[in-house]
């Protein structure tokens, strides 16, 4: 059985970091791609960064790029997201998310696999 958990999530200050993280299990995650998307009340689920697990292609939505890096560690099935310089509107549920035919691709519903998510919220 698939699991994506997600941990790290918390409150900070406008300015601030967070690093969120994701352990997944239950099979081989060498060919997936794993992505982290957001999703505030009220809002659409939005895309925020992936990696291709075999190649550590990396792909970020232009609202983060250049404040959040996304890493993984094969060897330990850990997919992490490094947020820095956090903004009020970065407030969000965070969600881990595999996609197993390792696809570079933006949109939510390609992704088969999601974890239960991690709340961010950033103060101003």
């Known amino acids: 059985q698939v699991q994506l958990v997600e941990s790290g999530g918390g409150l900070v200050q406008a300015g601030g970091s967070l690093r969120l993280s994701c352990a997944a299990s239950?099979?081989?995650?060498?060919?997936?791609?794993l992505g982290w998307f957001r999703q505030a009340p009220g809002k659409e689920r939005e895309f925020v960064a992936a990696?291709?697990?075999?190649?550590?292609?990396?792909f970020y939505a232009d609202s983060v790029k250049g404040r959040c890096t996304i890493s993984g560690d094969n060897a330990k099935n850990m997919v992490y997201l490094q947020m820095n310089n956090l903004k009020p509107d970065d407030s969000a549920d965070y969600y881990c998310?595999?996609?197993?035919?390792?696809?570079?691709?933006?949109?939510?519903?390609?992704?088969?696999?999601w974890g239960q998510g991690t709340q961010v919220t950033v103060s101003s």
């Open positions: 990696i291709t697990w075999n190649i550590g292609r990396t």
């Open positions: 998310a595999a996609d197993q035919l390792g696809r570079e691709s933006r949109w939510y519903r390609i992704y088969a696999y």
């Open positions: 239950g099979r081989t995650f060498s060919r997936d791609t």
